[in-house]
């Protein structure tokens, strides 16, 4: 795969997830390194889609722990069941966060945060990680972005 995405000029939201996923999916098949690919599905989604903050967090000795990401300096551990990564870790399905600031116990990584959505990404039937995507927007999120995502971060967690 070339180093270059091919995102459609004036494309709905769903039509430029339909034209990134599968380039995103070409970049990562073959690739056995995992941070690697975690890093470049951050930049792409990054760079498709203008997210003030996109990366994962891996679960490690029962926390989550920073992994590779796109934006500013981020939340370096997250403990299980806290802040939205926490609890999309727990609850072991997608957060969709309309206004941060209404979540209780939202973890405050950046005051520029607004919105969010955290996909997990399993390995068989256990939360490996999460993707975290954050928006300086509220309500920027909806369910084509977490239908999208989910395709997403499952095509992701056969890599794994």
Not at 25 to 48: C, F, K, M, Q, V
Not at 97 to 117: K, L, Q, T
Not at 133 to 155: C, H, P, R, W
Request: net charge negative.
């Amino acid at each position: 795969m070339a180093e270059n995405l091919f995102i459609p000029d004036a494309a709905t939201k769903a039509e430029k997830y339909q034209a990134v996923i599968p380039q995103i999916e070409a970049l990562i098949t073959g690739e056995p390194d995992l941070y690697a690919n975690l890093a470049n599905t951050s930049a792409a989604l990054r760079e498709a889609f203008g997210f003030f903050w996109v990366g994962f967090y891996l679960v490690k000795n029962e926390q989550l722990v920073l992994g590779p990401f796109q934006g500013p300096i981020a939340c370096t551990r997250i403990n299980f069941g806290k802040g939205v990564c926490g609890t999309a870790w727990k609850e072991a399905k997608t957060q969709l966060v309309p206004d941060v600031d209404a979540f209780p116990g939202h973890i405050a990584c950046s005051s520029a945060s607004r919105s969010e959505i955290v996909v997990p990404v399993f390995k068989g039937n256990k939360v490996a990680m999460v993707l975290d995507v954050d928006s300086d927007q509220l309500a920027d999120f909806d369910e084509t972005d977490q239908n999208y995502l989910e395709e997403l971060m499952g095509i992701l967690g056969k890599t794994l």
